[in-house]
């Protein structure tokens, strides 16, 4: 991971045109909906893109094509910091608030009232590290400046708690990692926590180690992903660290065997339910035997791995692609299956422009990808999503430059998966969300009026919608300043939101 894989931004001074935006508070939307298709389950957000398989699929009956047409800005809420990690959200299910949950770069957590946007709490966790601090320990590299918070946390809703990796300065260290427990009905800590990664794991350094991938909770263990800074600078390696949510001395860790191979996108750990899946980058060692870098992992709980070429999808050209730095692991591993037939899937997508697709139950080592192919024409960094409609099973992702079969600047892709023996893929549409941040789906009960969203971070900054079988724009809403190019929007109770530096954004449709 070089430093132009981390989207650069500026602070800029949108006091004024929030106030001018923001408009009236609205109550709450009281409609009925879902979790993960599950009727009459709280609307809670608790992970990255919604499910442990990273699907980023939002069940919510008020979000048909038709209403999302009016979707506009309700309210913004200040903040404190630039925002890499997905906001989450808590329902409050009648016995308190519904709550957003921001993590940000300046080591702070708050928890907003979803409705009217008004400040529940707010948690200075840690100190954040001022980025001469890593310079200072291991050369220019890295450009977020503060390093603070930036994998997205995960929330246990049974025992109320969030799981969160700091990094804060520290003097022997220059910078170390904390893994907190914090409370979400004050933001306090909860006692046993937090975790010093460096002290607890042999072997891991905290400095050369940034934590961008988001956890996972599997089974009473906490799953905390870690991988380098911009620059591939000095000696990190692809950690997944597993902590006991129960007793949190109770610490395994599994590492790679090569320099680098980082665990670093948005997405972090997937899991199945029984497994960890993660996708690894370039090795920054030249090694004549594969080690680690360039592949798709499946890891036991624990984390544990067997080194079984049933466990592990390596690109069969992995010694360019870490010439190259052409990570497959850029977009991290989203589960899928599609409908009648037993094809239990993944896919990722790398900053090579292809899209490779596995089979969860034999990976089949080195070049066992069930299907590899090129779907843009330019890097993939980022984290896609899977739905399922009358059209077939889609996998939308936005990518730096455009899709093979699109016109120019087409950068947000849907290709469907072809239920065929063997497998195919063909282009269902191609959009355009100037800048592109990670994308999310809305559907009504799991399979219709899906519309797929994306901010134009870094771009245009305005939230798209797009019909999901077609790609024809439903929505295209401004509002939203200053959101990272990895961000990916939420969706609860006939909202949507969306981080950015210093402001979370909270779009309605009523």
């Given at each position: 991971m070089r430093a132009s894989d981390l989207c650069r931004f500026t602070h800029l001074a949108i006091g004024v045109l929030v106030l001018l935006a923001c408009g009236a508070r609205k109550p709450p939307n009281e409609t009925p909906t879902f979790d993960g298709g599950r009727p009459g389950a709280a609307v809670s957000v608790l992970e990255h893109h919604n499910s442990p398989s990273r699907n980023g699929v939002y069940?919510?009956?008020?979000?048909?094509?038709?209403?999302?047409?009016?979707?506009?800005?309700?309210?913004?809420?200040?903040?404190?910091?630039?925002?890499?990690?997905?906001?989450?959200?808590?329902?409050?299910?009648?016995?308190?608030?519904?709550?957003?949950?921001?993590?940000?770069?300046?080591?702070?957590?708050?928890?907003?009232?979803?409705?009217?946007?008004?400040?529940?709490?707010?948690?200075?966790v840690d100190l954040p590290t001022p980025r001469n601090i890593l310079v200072q320990a291991v050369g220019p590299c890295g450009n977020l400046d503060p390093i603070g918070?930036?994998?997205?946390?995960?929330?246990?809703?049974?025992?109320?708690?969030?799981?969160?990796?700091?990094?804060?300065?520290?003097?022997?260290?220059?910078?170390?990692?904390?893994?907190?427990?914090?409370?979400?009905?004050?933001?306090?800590?909860?006692?046993?926590?937090?975790?010093?990664?460096?002290?607890?794991?042999?072997?891991?350094?905290?400095?050369?180690?940034?934590?961008?991938?988001?956890?996972?909770?599997?089974?009473?263990r906490v799953y905390i992903p870690y991988g380098g800074h911009a620059g591939d600078c000095s000696d990190y390696r692809g950690w997944v660290v597993g902590i006991s949510t129960i007793d949190p001395s109770s610490i395994r860790a599994w590492q790679t065997d090569v320099l680098g191979a980082g665990i670093w996108a948005p997405s972090g750990v997937a899991s199945d339910g029984a497994s960890l899946f993660v996708a690894t980058g370039n090795a920054t060692e030249v090694v004549t035997d594969w080690s680690g870098s360039e592949a798709i992992i499946r890891l036991a709980e624990g984390p544990a791995f067997s080194g079984s070429p049933a466990d592990y999808f390596v690109a069969p050209n992995w010694p360019a692609l870490d010439d190259e730095d052409n990570d497959l692991g850029a977009s991290g591993v989203v589960l899928f299956d599609l409908p009648n037939r037993n094809a239990n899937l993944l896919a990722a997508l790398g900053k090579d422009g292809k899209m490779y697709l596995g089979a969860r139950s034999n990976l089949g080592g080195i070049g066992g990808a069930v299907l590899t192919e090129t779907v843009s024409d330019s890097g993939i960094i980022t984290a896609p999503s899977v739905y399922a409609s009358s059209s077939g099973t889609h996998v939308a992702f936005s990518v730096l430059g455009s899709g093979v079969h699109c016109s120019k600047e087409k950068n947000i892709l849907s290709i469907v998966i072809n239920p065929t023996s063997p497998l195919t893929t063909s282009t269902a549409w191609c959009a355009s969300a100037p800048g592109g941040g990670s994308t999310m789906v809305t559907t009504t009960d799991g399979t219709s009026e899906s519309i797929v969203w994306a901010v134009g971070a870094e771009g245009d900054n305005r939230l798209h919608g797009f019909d999901g079988d077609t790609g024809a724009p439903i929505a295209v809403v401004d509002g939203a300043v200053n959101v990272v190019h990895m961000m990916a929007p939420i969706a609860a109770k006939g909202r949507i939101f969306v981080a950015g530096t210093d402001w979370l954004y909270a779009f309605t449709l009523h």
């Open positions: 069940v919510d009956p008020s979000f048909t094509r038709r209403a999302a047409a009016g979707i506009h800005l309700d309210f913004a809420s200040a903040i404190e910091g630039s925002v890499y990690a997905q906001p989450l959200f808590v329902d409050g299910q009648g016995a308190g608030p519904d709550m957003v949950l921001v993590a940000t770069e300046q080591n702070q957590v708050f928890s907003i009232e979803a409705s009217t946007g008004a400040l529940l709490w707010e948690r200075i918070i930036t994998g997205t946390p995960v929330i246990d809703a049974a025992t109320r708690r969030m799981y969160v990796d700091v990094a804060t300065p520290d003097s022997d260290r220059y910078y170390r990692h904390l893994v907190y427990a914090l409370s979400l009905d004050n933001g306090s800590t909860v006692p046993g926590w937090p975790v010093d990664v460096g002290k607890s794991v042999t072997g891991f350094r905290d400095v050369v180690q940034n934590q961008r991938g988001a956890l996972l909770l599997l089974n009473d």
